[in-house]
């Protein structure tokens, strides 16, 4: 059996496995060589070619390391792809994969996704002649009603970042498949724990790893995974020629960072639901976001297409002075850019992740100067809710 055959072997099984086994039995976690429990960092920028007329497998770490691949298998792995890639971070995955469009291309697009991917879009791509039209995916009409003679592409974020609106994955993508559209979805707050997007009919499944996958606020990476050969030709062509790949000590770290993923979205969630309800009655607050509530409106159908709710709650507390004011007396979590991590973080998007948005473009959104969102992280959750009660009561 050919080294190519035996991967695929030991792929093929892990595959039939329970997701929480796969997290840490992915086909790469003891080394053949020395059996070592713990996938080798191969630090090394290049490879020695033993016969000139037959290249190794690794010549060139831009274009493929060990280390690197080990972390691209675990993820195709855990998505249920075809072919997965490690990039320098959610971003560079982001934008490399959009380089799958030409110029004249419109692509359709989750309104209010994130920051940095709007400003991906508005600032840079449409400068390279790359259209983007930005709808609220939660009506379907309106992704329709987007549809143009050079529409090539739909992206979806679901549930989207920071208010928590679903898009009906299998719906729009069986449409999207109709017209001959690529889709591409960012499954950053879901991860593959709760929700597969390429069962659901999506081509590239996209995450910005520094967050859940990681887990630990100490790594910047994102993870593409495509659906089919063809297109993982495609974006792997773009990865090298554009050198967006992550290093060996950044693949390795996620890694160890994803083992603990399930345990981690367990706990966090499980607080997460009691935090939303909790909010939910609190007098100094206007209003909620999270899946998990009842009176989400689009609970049933994150309901049919995800196994949990997630550990990021959104709320809004009516003000960009009483948020400010929160912000400032909050003392157990992180006050900062990012989410996903084993401390809980704090965030405001207005002044850091959806900065790059026109305030315009953002109220329009629901993402108002009011608004914060708070990724809830492994501390005991009665000292979360008394530490969050005596920041908003002042």
């Known amino acids: 059996m050919s080294d ?5 072997h030991v792929q093929g099984q892990a595959a039939q496995r329970k997701f929480a086994t796969k997290l840490i039995h992915f086909g790469a976690e003891i080394d053949e060589q020395t059996g070592a429990s713990s996938v080798p960092i191969y630090q090394a920028s290049t490879f020695h070619h033993h016969d000139i007329f037959n290249p190794p497998e690794y010549d060139y770490s831009r274009s493929g390391n060990p280390t690197r691949q080990a972390l691209e298998d675990y993820i195709t792995l855990l998505e249920g792809g075809d072919r997965g890639f490690a990039f320098a971070s959610g971003m560079a995955a982001i934008s490399t994969t959009f380089l799958l469009l030409s110029a004249g291309d419109h692509v359709i697009v989750t309104e209010d996704v994130y920051g940095g991917t709007y400003r991906l879009l508005t600032s840079i791509l449409d400068r390279l002649g790359i259209e983007s039209t930005f709808v609220d995916m939660t009506e379907f009409e309106q992704v329709k009603a987007a549809l143009k003679p050079n529409t090539k592409a739909v992206f979806m974020e679901t549930p989207s970042n920071p208010t928590l609106k679903i898009t009906d994955i299998a719906q729009t993508t069986a449409w999207a498949k ?8 960012d499954n950053t707050f879901m991860t593959p724990y709760h929700q597969r997007p390429i069962e659901l009919g999506v081509d590239i499944v996209l995450h910005s790893a520094t967050k859940f996958l990681g887990g630990h606020s100490d790594v910047l990476a994102g993870l593409a995974v495509t659906a089919n050969e063809s297109l ?40 997460a639901r ?40 959104s709320f809004d507390v009516g003000s960009g002075e009483r948020a400010k004011s929160m912000l400032s007396r909050v003392k157990i979590p992180l006050v900062a850019v990012s989410l996903g991590a084993v401390e ?38 009665d000292d979360l809710l008394h530490d969050l009660d005596a920041s908003l009561r002042g």
């Open 4 to 8: 190519e055959q035996v991967h695929d």
């Open 178 to 185: 109709g017209h001959g559209l690529l889709t591409m979805l």
């Open 232 to 271: 993982g030709r495609r974006l792997k062509q773009l990865q090298n020629g554009m050198g967006t790949v992550l290093s060996p000590q950044e693949s390795w770290l996620l890694m160890r960072g994803m083992k603990t993923l399930g345990a981690r979205m367990e706990h966090s969630e499980k607080s």
């Open 344 to 381: 809980s973080i704090l965030s405001y998007p207005a002044m850091m992740s959806h900065a790059a948005m026109p305030k315009e473009v953002r109220h329009e959104r629901g993402i108002t100067d009011g608004l914060v969102r708070y990724s809830v992280g492994l501390e005991d959750i």
């Open 274 to 313: 009691k935090l939303a309800e909790w909010l939910s009655n609190h007098p100094e607050v206007e209003k909620v976001y999270y899946p998990g509530l009842q009176d989400h409106p689009g609970r049933a159908i994150h309901e049919k297409q995800s196994a949990g709710y997630g550990a990021v709650v």
